[in-house]
């Protein structure tokens, strides 16, 4: 005898509103592999299973809410697409400012081989990075390593968005002197 019953998608959305894990975890199942499939095509296959699982996550810690979507599809795919721009978008500024740092490294020196490579320019941002104050260095982690956005940021640490604001731009202020100075530093020993 089976004991299956089929829900549709809104009878598992009002289910898992009401934190029916079995319920949540077919909607899950239901969706991974669309989701999947469109973010592959986006990047890559790591990213593409993260992003699905920060997704599920949050709308489990948010799970009483689900039953007042309406278009779950339309919603997590939305949801997703968010997820990975704020990725595109944080690595962007990573490009920039490692850039940013190459150029301030190659007008500093006169020989092209002793510019400092990408490694060392990620070893030191990390450095910069450990330096910062703990709320600095916390918000920019969930900003550039997580990417999440600043509204999500200041819901979490239960901080205005103006103040998430303020601590991200003082941090890549810090960062980018840190960066900056180091490089001269380095020139300065090396000559």
């Given amino acids: 005898m089976n004991t299956h019953v089929a829900y549709t998608e809104r009878e598992l959305l009002r289910m898992s509103a009401a934190g029916d894990p079995l319920a949540f975890a077919q909607l899950f199942h239901l969706y991974k592999d669309p989701l999947y499939s469109y973010l592959l095509r986006l990047s890559d296959p790591a990213t593409a299973e993260d992003i699905i699982q920060e997704v599920f996550l949050k709308l489990w810690a948010n799970h009483s809410s689900l039953g007042q979507i309406e278009q779950f599809r339309a919603y997590i795919f939305r949801m997703a697409q968010h997820r990975i721009l704020n990725l595109f978008k944080r690595k962007a500024k990573e490009i920039l400012i490692i850039k940013e740092l190459q ?42 390593d997580q990417g999440l956005p600043h509204d999500e940021i200041a819901q979490r640490l239960h901080l205005s968005p103006s103040t998430v604001n303020n601590h991200l731009t003082r941090a890549l202020q810090i960062l980018r002197t840190h960066l900056k100075w180091t490089t001269v530093i380095l020139f300065m020993l090396k000559k």
Wanted: aromatic share 2%.
């Fill in 103 to 144: 150029h301030i490294s190659a007008s500093s020196r006169s020989i092209p081989e002793q510019n400092l490579s990408l490694a060392e320019m990620q070893r030191r941002l990390l450095e910069g990075v450990n330096s910062l104050s703990p709320q600095q260095k916390l918000i920019y982690t969930l900003s550039r």
